[in-house]
């Protein structure tokens, strides 16, 4: 039975009560849940972000907290507030409100904001199935597909339903809520360091929680107690100044594409670790870091499997070891054009997207200035615009390197007041303790909240690793929605 108004204040609910609770307000939750995701939240457009504030501005006063709109030169922040007891502490929870572009035509629905539920039928296909189907004949394995289904509307709506199942029970969490409910963070989170240090007093919390991204691949709870931070530049290399026909020019005029190839190729060695000198300078894992490390129950042999991928590069001794230390990585690469529009010719430029992602012994703009080193070691010319007629004539070799942006990476000791909080309250909902990760491999705009508030941070992720976060076809197994309630309640009444 569930338990009555009024229990709940009196004792941390245990964890049978837990599932109880979970399983009720995970179904009765879904219209909600799907009435959200039906929002349109390009992180490029401001217009359909707009309609998202404002159903999440209703969504959180619906349920009696205060919100306020941070202001930035583009879009707000909302700060979301229930304060419990002056006396208790303050807990800041981040997540965010913005999703990726989508092409339609990519996705096996017809259209990726109009979420559907769909089960795996006995042809290895998945299928659409009705809304109340999945209320009457609930299966954790059914999953619910849409754009930020998993990332990261779905922790939002988990936080929605947890709220709703304390109120019902007529009891308020142990400490006092503040929520940062970021519109910008497919974008970078241009303005969230500008938006912190202005309100650095209305955002004043104990510690900080982060609910985005998946779990361990084992799809186990898991607690992340770091992420890397990114860089992102954009490099291009020149040949003539227009594109050429290849028989009339080919063996005269410079490839730029063949420019840009071995200019990249010039930064790593063939075990996919940098060459650039410096590169992973102040980065030592002790005995006891590798032990946390080993502790992680990572498959290698399945995980290569599921990649179709021979062996991994040699940054590192292992998958885990590997992220303890900053990545190059080429996230795109364009010069000319391929399959149907494909033509005879030498490319005018060749254009190189690239990140690297951080750790916290890594600056970031030491890092890049490393890179820019590197290039001009190489003999080439470089330079922040489009080159001149006069540089090109001057300069043989020219690479323009655009101005980069970048958040910084953080880290936070599992040891910390928030690390055995969120430990004991998993290992109450869950019968044992979660997967433990020393630094999470993606990024998120996080160390702004700790340098501003000078308060540790720990990432509670909760969506199945095989989400497909970024591409078509993201989703959500509704077995993880429902733990994702779970483990929103049990920090909720986990005293602090």
């Known amino acids: 039975m569930l338990l009555s108004s009024g229990t709940f204040a009196q004792h941390k609910w245990n964890r049978e009560e837990l599932n109880e609770v979970a399983n009720k307000y995970c179904v009765s939750s879904l219209d909600m849940f799907m009435e959200m995701l039906a929002i349109r939240n390009d992180a490029n457009s401001p217009e359909m972000l707009t309609k998202n504030i404002e159903w999440f501005e209703s969504a959180f006063k619906l349920r009696n907290f205060s919100v306020k709109r941070l202001a930035s030169p583009s879009l707000p922040a909302l700060l979301i507030e229930k304060e419990t007891s002056p006396a208790a502490k303050t807990v800041l929870f981040y997540m965010h409100g913005d999703g990726q572009p989508v092409n339609v035509k990519d996705w096996n629905q017809e259209d990726p904001w109009k979420p559907v539920i769909k089960q795996l039928n006995n042809s290895g296909v998945w299928e659409e199935i009705a809304v109340d189907h999945v209320k009457k004949n609930f299966d954790p394995d059914f999953r619910l597909y849409a754009r930020s289904a998993s990332d ?30 970021d ?123 599921k990649l179709g991928i021979a062996s991994p590069d040699r940054v590192g001794n292992s998958y885990q070891e590997s992220l303890q230390y900053p990545s190059l990585n080429i996230r795109g690469l364009q010069a000319g054009n391929t399959g149907e529009n494909v033509t ?80 004991s309250a998993m290992e109450r909902a869950f019968g044992e303790e979660p997967v433990r990760l020393r630094i999470l491999g993606g990024s998120l705009p996080i160390a702004p909240f700790i340098n501003a508030l000078g308060a540790p941070a720990v990432i509670v992720p909760t969506v199945n690793p095989d989400n497909n976060q970024h591409g078509p076809d993201e989703n959500l197994r509704l077995g993880n929605y429902r733990d994702g309630i779970k483990t929103m309640l049990a920090i909720f009444t986990e005293k602090l």
């Open 344 to 423: 005879n010719i030498v490319p005018d430029k060749c254009i190189a997207e690239i990140d690297i992602r951080t750790v916290p012994e890594s600056d970031p703009e030491r890092l890049i200035q490393l890179v820019k080193e590197h290039i001009k070691g190489k003999g080439f010319y470089l330079t922040e615009k489009d080159p001149t007629d006069e540089e090109r004539m001057k300069y043989g070799r020219i690479i323009k390197i655009e101005k980069p942006d970048w958040y910084q990476a953080f880290r936070t000791s599992m040891e910390s007041v928030p690390g055995i909080w969120l430990n």
């Open 152 to 181: 990261d509307k779905g922790p939002v709506a988990m936080f929605l339903a947890a709220i709703d199942a304390l109120d019902d029970a007529g009891a308020d969490p142990e400490f006092n809520i503040k929520v940062y409910l």
């Open 183 to 305: 519109f910008e963070e497919e974008s970078g989170s241009p303005n969230l360091e500008r938006i912190v240090n202005t309100n650095k007093e209305l955002l004043a919390s104990d510690l900080i929680v982060i609910f985005d991204g998946p779990n361990h691949s084992s799809n186990k709870p898991t607690l992340c107690f770091g992420a890397r931070g990114i860089t992102r530049v954009a490099l291009t290399a020149y040949g003539a100044k227009v594109a050429l026909h290849s028989g009339h020019y080919g063996n005269y005029s410079p490839n730029p594409a063949f420019i840009m190839a071995g200019l990249l190729s010039s930064m790593k060695d063939e075990t996919g670790r940098v060459i650039i000198p410096g590169f992973y300078d102040g980065i030592e894992l002790s005995d006891e870091e590798k032990a946390i490390l080993e502790r992680v129950p990572d498959d290698e042999a399945e995980l290569n499997r």
